[in-house]
C-alpha cells in the first residue's frame, strides 16, 4: 500500500469511518421515508446494506490515496442485481442511489464546517471524489438493471412468441385431426349409402343382402364410436369435463375392468393378462381413469392382430403409482420428430421398456411443436387420453417398436392435493 499524503483527507477519511454506522442508519431512515421506496421494509439490516459498505471501503481509501482493493462499478453491479432479485422496480434502486448520496454529502458539509482550518483546495478535491463515487455507483446498478431488465423483456417477448407459435400449432393440429376424422365419416357414410342402396335393389339375393347388413352395422358402429369421440374430445377441451376425486382401491378397479375385456380378447384371438396388486388405494376419479385405461387397452385389442395385450400397475413411491398397457402389436407409425412416439417419449429419469435411446431436450421440445400423424382413428382416440391425463394430472409417456409393439405407461399421484 502507498502511504497517505494528504493528511486533510485521510482525516475526513476516518470521521467517515467513525461514522459508518451512523450513516448507513440514516440512508436506510431516508429510504424508509420515501414513498418511492415500497420494498425496503421486507429486507433486513444486511439486506439492505448488501454490497454498499464494501463499496464505502473502496471509497474511504480513495479518499486516503490508497491503492483500491476493489472495483465501485463492480460492487455497484453486484448489488443491483441483489435489488433485482428482491424486486426493486428502477425507480426504488435510483431513490435508493440518490438517498446514499444524499447522506454523504450531509457528512462532508458537517465535516467541513467543523474543520477549524478548511483547506479550498482539498475541500474541492474531496468533493471531486464524491462525485467520482456518485457517478460510478449510480452507472453500476443502473447499467446492470437495465441489463437485467432488456433480458427480462427479451425473455418475455421469447415466451410469448413461443405461446403463440404453440396455440397456432394446437390449432392446425386440431384441424389436421378434424380433417382426419372428417374423411373418416365420409368414408364410413359413402359405404353405408352404398349398402343401404344395395338393400334396395330386388334381385339381391338373401346371402347377398346378408353381407350388405353386416356391412351396414359394421360402418354404422364405426360412425357412433368416431362421433362420440369427438364430443368426448370437444367437451375435454371446452373445459366441460368435471372430476369428482375419492379414496378408491386402484388394483380391484383395475382388475375387473380387464376381466371384463376377456370375451373381446378371446374373440380376437389375443391375451389379455392383468399383473398388480389386489389392493392399491389411491386418491382420484374412478371414472375418469376407467376411461383412460378403456381407451387404451380397446385400441390395443383392436390393432394388435396376434399376440397379447398386457395391463399392469405398481406403487412406485410414496406418492406416485403407475399404469402400464403394453401390446405386440405393430407399433405406431410415422417414427420422425412430429410422432406421438417421440413427443410422449419417456423422461430422462425413466427407463425405456424396449431399450431403444430416449431423445435429448432439445429433440423432445421439436417433437412438442410438431405435429402427430397417427393413424387413421387413432389421433381422436390419443388426444382423448392426453386430455384425460392433464385432468387427472398424469403424465403420459409411450415407447414403440415397429413390429414389436406398443408401451404406454401413465403416473398418477397416490394423493390429490387441490390447487
Known sequence: MNTPTDS??????????????AILNTWRTACQNDPACNTIASLSREEFNNKVPFILNVFDQRLRQLALDADIKLLSEEHG??????????????????????????????YWQHDPTPEIDRISQSYEYLSWFKT???????????????LDASNRVRLLQQALDDLNELTRQRGDLLRTASHDLRGSFGIIEGAASYLNLVEADEPERKQMLEMLNRNLTTVREMV???????RLEAGQESLSIQSFNA??????????????????????KADGPAELMVESDPFQLQRIVQNLVLNALKHTRSGWVSVSWVRESDYRWLIGIQDSGPGLPNQDAGSYSQALAPIPESSAAFGVPIPEADARAIAVTQAPKAAK???????????????????????????????FRIRLGLHWKAQ
Open 8 to 21: 486533510s483527507l485521510a482525516a475526513l477519511a476516518t470521521y467517515l469511518a467513525a461514522r459508518r454506522e
Open 81 to 110: 442485481l441483489h435489488r433485482w432479485q428482491k424486486g426493486y422496480t428502477l425507480q426504488e434502486l435510483l431513490s435508493e442511489i440518490h438517498h446514499l448520496n444524499q447522506v454523504l454529502l450531509d457528512e462532508f458539509r458537517q
Open 136 to 150: 460510478l455507483s449510480i452507472s453500476g446498478s443502473v447499467e446492470q438493471y437495465t441489463d437485467l431488465q432488456r
Open 228 to 234: 362420440i369421440q369427438l364430443m368426448d374430445l370437444a
Open 251 to 272: 388394483g380391484q378397479l383395475l382388475h375387473q375392468l380387464i376381466e371384463s375385456y376377456q370375451p373381446l380378447a378371446e374373440e380376437a384371438d389375443l391375451m389379455l
Open 377 to 407: 382413428g387413432e389421433g381422436i382416440g390419443l388426444s382423448i387420453v392426453k386430455r384425460l391425463c392433464e385432468l387427472l394430472r398424469a403424465s403420459l409417456e409411450i415407447e414403440t417398436k415397429a413390429g414389436e409393439g406398443t408401451l
